[in-house]
């Protein structure tokens, strides 16, 4: 089945400019997870939406930075007023916490979209 | 404050070596323990993953290796290639809430 998709792939822009990345998850997972990955560093957490629960945005760097979520489908990160220390890959991803269990599965990962601002 | 901490940042070993990646945890409500590798240009992939009711998982050359009481897991390579060459992640979760993730490590395999 289709995987985590991730819009655009690349994208630059200028210093100050809004920018909007698009995430569709695996159709059915309920959790929906945005990370930045800065060149050779790890994965710093944005922000997670479950459900119908209020998401958890406690990993956004500063209010240039929100997401949102249409129910348990598309997602959007937008980031107001670019600066060059946004510049980096931008990953979603999505899992299912299943209802029987009440256990997470894993996380699936898009392929990123590589933010550059100049 | 990390919430999973990874050693090595780096690490190269000869081809058929067994590289061992180690991860510790602070929060024992944690319950589901996996690794992610990622090759350039590509998200991480999940490779292997164990919950703590369990020691140790193995799959094909990878295995976990999980130690409750000292919070600690980690991942070996057995029979390491070339194409093992990625970065690989440890992650901890808490059912229903958020993935934290390790700092990761890079993986070099020579020939």
């Known amino acids: 089945g289709a995987g985590v998709s991730q819009s655009p792939s690349n994208k630059v822009t200028e210093k100050g400019k809004d920018v909007e990345l698009r995430c569709d998850p695996i159709?059915?997972?309920?959790?929906l997870y945005w990370y930045r990955q800065r060149l050779g560093q790890g994965l710093e957490f944005l922000i997670y939406?479950?459900?119908?629960?209020?998401?958890?945005k406690s990993g956004l760097p500063s209010d240039r930075f929100s997401a949102e979520r249409t129910g348990e489908s598309v997602s959007t990160l937008t980031i107001q007023r670019t600066q060059q220390e946004d510049s980096a890959v931008y990953l979603c991803a999505s899992s299912l916490v299943a209802p029987a269990t009440g256990r997470d599965s894993p996380l699936h990962f898009g392929n990123g979209t590589r933010l550059t601002v100049t | 404050q990390q919430q999973v901490k990874q050693s090595p940042q780096s690490l190269i070993v000869q081809k058929g070596g067994i590289p061992i990646i180690n991860c510790a945890y602070e929060n024992t409500a944690f319950d589901y323990f996996p690794w992610y590798q990622q090759f350039p240009g590509k998200g991480p992939a999940l490779l292997i993953a164990i919950r703590p009711d369990v020691s140790e998982k193995k799959e094909g050359r990878f295995t976990i290796s999980f130690n409750k009481s000292a919070k600690q897991f980690s991942l070996h390579i057995m029979d390491s290639q070339p194409g093992d060459s990625a970065t690989y992640f440890c992650?901890?979760?808490?059912?229903?809430?958020?993935?934290?993730f390790g700092t990761g490590t890079s993986l070099t395999v020579i020939p």
């Open positions: 159709s059915g997972h309920t959790a």
């Open positions: 939406f479950q459900g119908n629960s209020a998401p958890d």
């Open positions: 992650a901890a979760s808490n059912t229903g809430n958020q993935f934290y």
